[in-house]
């Protein structure tokens, strides 16, 4: 079973607090994307990444692939309530149709 | 653009009832998904279409089938429903997003569904 893992599963930081949201594996993805999920709707997708090494910014957001594309990084800069929500990230190989899923990390930003 | 659609957005159903989950996207992607997802599972792939014509099964395909009507519409039917296919169930497509040169995946809003 390929297996994506995020950490960490649950995190609740007050506004302006800085941090981030791994997603490993073992094996190489060709592209990994991110997505914001909030209650009752489906997940949005933030970013792909798709080169090994690459940085990605969105405002506050910043998306690392790693060098040997098998893991990925999520780094939020002073964290604020709207960014509260489920964090997934997902991983497609090289071939395949399928993406691989990682379970999540739940944030939580107190006002 | 509406991106993906899915109806209906909840639905209850008795043990042993009927239905099918109704999936449309309007952005000309090729592959079309089906995924699942319950508290503390993450999402799970029930079927996936790579492109019309073929589906293929996914992790958790037991209880479910799945047709694809055309290149924008793509169907999830359970035959007789079990209390244990209470779940979100999602629709995706995935195609090359605008200015993008690789695939990305884009999801639907959902449909809630409750088995009695």
């Known amino acids: 079973t390929q297996l994506l893992e995020q950490s960490p599963q649950f995190l609740s930081i007050q506004e302006g607090e800085n941090l981030t949201v791994y997603c490993n594996s073992s094996s190489v993805f060709s592209s990994l994307q991110w997505y914001r999920q909030e209650p009752g709707e489906g997940p949005v997708l933030l970013v792909t990444?798709?080169?090994?090494?690459e940085v990605k910014k969105l405002k506050r957001l910043t998306f690392q692939f790693g060098d040997a594309r098998k893991d990925s990084s999520l780094h939020i800069t002073a964290a604020q309530p709207g960014d509260t929500g489920l964090y997934l990230c997902?991983?497609?190989?090289?071939?395949?149709?399928?993406?691989?899923f990682g379970t999540g990390t739940r944030l939580k930003v107190l006002a | 653009n509406a991106g993906v659609t899915q109806t209906p957005k909840f639905q209850v159903l008795k043990t042993g009832q009927s239905m099918t989950l109704q999936c449309a996207q309007d952005?000309?992607?090729?592959?079309m998904y089906w995924y699942r997802q319950d508290p503390g599972m993450g999402l799970r792939l029930i079927y996936y279409s790579a492109s019309e014509g073929t589906t293929d099964k996914g992790e958790v395909p037991n209880g479910y089938n799945v047709s694809r009507l055309n290149k924008r519409e793509f169907s999830l039917r359970l035959e007789s429903a079990a209390p244990s296919q209470t779940s979100v169930y999602f629709c995706?497509?995935?195609?090359?997003?605008?200015?993008?040169?690789?695939?990305?995946?884009?999801f639907g809003p959902g449909t809630r569904l409750t088995v009695l």
């Open positions: 997902a991983g497609l190989h090289s071939g395949t149709y399928k993406y691989i």
């Open positions: 952005m000309n992607h090729n592959s």
């Open positions: 990444v798709v080169t090994g090494g």
């Open positions: 995706a497509s995935t195609g090359q997003g605008p200015g993008a040169g690789y695939n990305e995946q884009f």
